[in-house]
């Protein structure tokens, strides 16, 4: 496509010359009238603007001035009719890329031109390049894994030996351990990284629409088909599948994916093409595999396909000493998030986040980060803030919410008089624990008639 120019002149004679020159290499817009010009390019810019100085309505300064109230990039070059220096150098002082005093040689102003498109169609891709760099650095930073306790360290050996070779891998973990931040290290540090990374929750799908989602359709394959649709499968293509809770695939679903894992090739709902892909896949689960292929559930070869390599990605109870490093990152990460200056947890209450079992790891410790943050109005975190669930240690609070239910005022008033038994009656330090004061402790256990 050519790029665009806007040449303005109020002779006539010189626009037209300039036209007759630059048509086969650009696309001209010519104009006399200044005004008329900084309609045009309001409404619709350029690539570059040529304009005369001396004109009725409007200077080439008053144009290069409106220009660069708009855009500081797009090129624009000054005729001037005086070779006068002072001339010169005051346009370029307001911002000109360059100039060429008349009368000029239109060789010469062809060569201006095309090294200022040359210039600003590079400045245009280094700020292009910025940016992505950018976009990569705040996604690596939100997908950055923090933490080498428990056998973490083995996770991040075997990522970094495996990223390379493209082969399907099988992530395996309790819910909210970093199994989706394991596969995209896996992705985003293989040579395939430029290409995409793409993730389908088949959990969350029908049958129907998962097909239709990883295999795409031909128009009118089914009812509401009304054009082609590129599945996931192909889009994925060069880069990675990340098939989560792959688990839930029904029997149906696992023999049509055995085949593309296989062969590596689709052929969309309702057509007969045969379409080849390269996808490396990867899935997580938070089931046993080997288990549910014993049991019957899902298909023995399909599971040999993908368990090329299985990661198991270890509960944050595991590595308990990883949760200092994680709490600080979390807490700079929602501090940011929610534009608050806070520092940390208080010493009672880091301690208490080391003591709890994290039956929802790494997301669990998060949400109660990001609640922690989002309620805090000072610049440390206090105990007030961490939720009653996690103050019963080595106790999982859903566990005893699914078996009796109690209401939130009987929790409290267990988890007051089991810490009031772990510390020997003393009630001061039981309320320092609980983060309100000996007589609020006293007016409770009043009430509960202890
Ligand atoms: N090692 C880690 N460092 C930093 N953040 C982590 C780490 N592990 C997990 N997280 C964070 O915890 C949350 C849960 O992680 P992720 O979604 O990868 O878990 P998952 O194993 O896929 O969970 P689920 O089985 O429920 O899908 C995310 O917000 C993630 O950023
Ligand atoms: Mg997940």
Not at 6 to 33: S, T, V, W
Not at 175 to 198: C, D, M, W, Y
Not at 424 to 430: H, I, K, W
Request: aromatic share 6%; charged share 25%; with cysteine.
């Amino acid at each position: 496509m050519k790029q665009k120019l806007i040449l303005i002149d109020d002779e006539p004679k010189a626009g037209r010359l300039m036209e007759r020159y630059l048509e086969d290499a650009y696309e001209c817009h010519i104009f006399q009238d200044p005004l008329l010009a900084m309609d045009y390019f309001n409404q619709y810019g350029a690539d570059l603007v040529i304009t005369d100085m001396q004109m009725p309505n409007l200077t080439g300064a008053e144009v290069l001035a409106q220009i660069r109230a708009r855009d500081k990039q797009i090129p624009v070059i000054v005729i001037t009719a005086y070779s006068n220096v002072d001339n010169a150098i005051e346009v370029l002082r307001l911002g000109a890329t360059d100039f060429v005093k008349k009368p000029f040689d239109i060789e010469e102003l062809k060569i201006i031109i095309d090294k200022a498109l040359n210039v600003s169609r590079i400045k245009a891709e280094n700020q292009r390049l910025k940016q992505r760099l950018k976009a990569q650095q705040d996604q690596d930073e939100r997908y950055k894994m923090i933490g080498t306790g428990g056998n973490m360290q083995k996770v991040y050996d075997i990522i970094a030996k495996i990223a390379d070779i493209r082969c399907n891998v099988i992530i395996e973990g309790e819910s909210g351990t970093g199994k989706e931040l394991v596969a995209r290290a896996i992705h985003f540090q293989s040579k395939s990284a430029q290409n995409p990374f793409i993730v389908i929750d088949c959990g969350a799908l029908t049958d129907s629409l998962l097909q239709s989602e990883l295999f795409g359709y031909e128009k009118g394959a089914f009812t509401g088909a009304n054009k082609q649709k590129k599945g996931l499968l192909e889009t994925a293509s060069g880069g990675t599948l990340f098939l989560d809770e792959i688990c839930n695939i029904s029997d149906n679903m696992q023999t049509k994916l055995l085949r593309v894992v296989q062969e590596q090739q689709i052929t969309r709902v309702g057509g007969l093409e045969a379409i080849d892909i390269d996808v490396r896949f990867v899935v997580a689960t938070n089931q046993p595999m080997d288990k549910m292929v014993q049991e019957g559930r899902f298909r023995h070869d399909l599971y040999h396909r993908l368990n090329v390599i299985n990661i198991q990605v270890p509960p944050l109870r595991s590595r308990l000493e990883d949760i200092p490093l994680l709490t600080e990152a979390l807490v700079q990460r929602f501090a940011n998030k929610y534009h608050r200056n806070i520092k940390g947890f208080d010493p009672q209450s880091s301690q208490l986040l080391m003591t709890y079992h994290w039956p929802g790891n790494v997301r669990e410790l998060s949400n109660i980060i990001e609640r922690a943050v989002a309620l805090s109005d000072s610049e440390m975190l206090h105990l007030e803030e961490i939720p009653v669930s996690v103050s019963a240690p080595g106790q999982s609070c859903s566990d005893q919410i699914d078996v009796d239910q109690p209401t939130l005022s009987e929790l409290e008033k267990r988890y007051i008089l089991k810490l009031l038994n772990a510390n020997n009656d003393n009630r001061e330090q039981t309320a320092a624990i609980l983060g309100i004061n000996k007589s609020t402790l006293w007016r409770k256990l009043k009430d509960y008639q202890v």
